[in-house]
T-cell receptor
Framework: RKEVEQDPGPFNVPEGATVAFNCTYSNSASQSFFWYRQDCRKEPKLLMS???SGNEDGRFTAQLNRASQYISLLIRDSKLSDSATYLC??????????????FGTGTKLQVIP | EAGVVQSPRYKIIEKKQPVAFWCNPI?????LYWYLQNLGQGPELLIR????????DSQLPKDRFSAERLKGVDSTLKIQPAELGDSAVYLC????????????FGPGTRLTVL
């Protein structure tokens, strides 16, 4: 089982739609969680951190479910500019005491006019 | 403020040739990462530095890959000899000490091995 799993998609949604992505992680000791966005042929950029209480940034809402070991990203009122790959990122500590960062494979979103 | 700088942006070489990539992190960022990203996949960590010390190189194929960060600032990743399967995007990222906070990525080097 992969440490961080995402549905690769693609998710094809019309403008204005609401879309949700999930990401599951295997290490219950994982400590912090993020969503990154990656445009085609560009580098990943931080979209938002995911807090235990859930957090919202405009049209984007991120939630964490530690009991079921998954995080989610909800995008409301999708825009054409939201088309990108969304990467789930999990940070934790490895056996050597160093912080370990693991990326998911990403979920591709295509917003259609 | 300048972001993470990488060079070259593109490199095409024949198999068995050596290749090197350079990265200059954001000023003040002590943690530096090298990732490999294949098409349709997420970045996979190759090596992580805290200052000049490689604290995680468990995923670095040491038979052909090497990296250095001699003065704890810029870093070089080398492949010798390159194989066809090494064709990918090599991303460098940096963050605050201990990996705290956001990782900032450079634009990457797209390597094609023929």
């Amino acid at each position: 089982r992969k440490e961080v799993e995402q549905d690769p998609g693609p998710f094809n949604v019309p403008e204005g739609a609401t879309v949700a992505f999930n990401c599951t992680y295997s290490n219950s000791a994982s400590q912090s969680f993020f969503w990154y966005r990656q445009d085609c042929r560009k580098e990943p950029k931080l979209l938002m951190s995911v807090y235990s209480s859930g957090n919202e940034d405009g049209r984007f809402t991120a939630q964490l479910n530690r009991a079921s070991q998954y995080i989610s990203l909800l995008i409301r009122d999708s825009k054409l500019s939201d088309s990108a790959t969304y990467l789930c990122v999990v940070k934790g500590w490895d056996s050597g005491g160093y912080q370990k960062v693991t990326f998911g494979t990403g979920t591709k979103l295509q917003v259609i006019p | 403020e300048a972001g993470v700088v990488q060079s070259p942006r593109y490199k095409i070489i024949e198999k068995k040739q050596p290749v090197a990539f350079w990265c200059n992190p954001i000023s003040g960022h002590n943690t530096l990462y090298w990732y490999l990203q294949n098409l349709g996949q997420g970045p996979e960590l190759l090596i992580r530095y805290e200052n000049e010390e490689a604290v995680d190189d468990s995923q670095l194929p040491k038979d052909r890959f090497s990296a250095e960060r001699l003065k704890g600032v810029d870093s070089t990743l080398k492949i010798q000899p390159a194989e066809l399967g090494d064709s990918a995007v090599y991303l460098c990222a940096s963050s605050g000490t201990g990996g705290v906070g956001e990782q900032f990525f450079g634009p990457g080097t797209r390597l094609t091995v023929l």
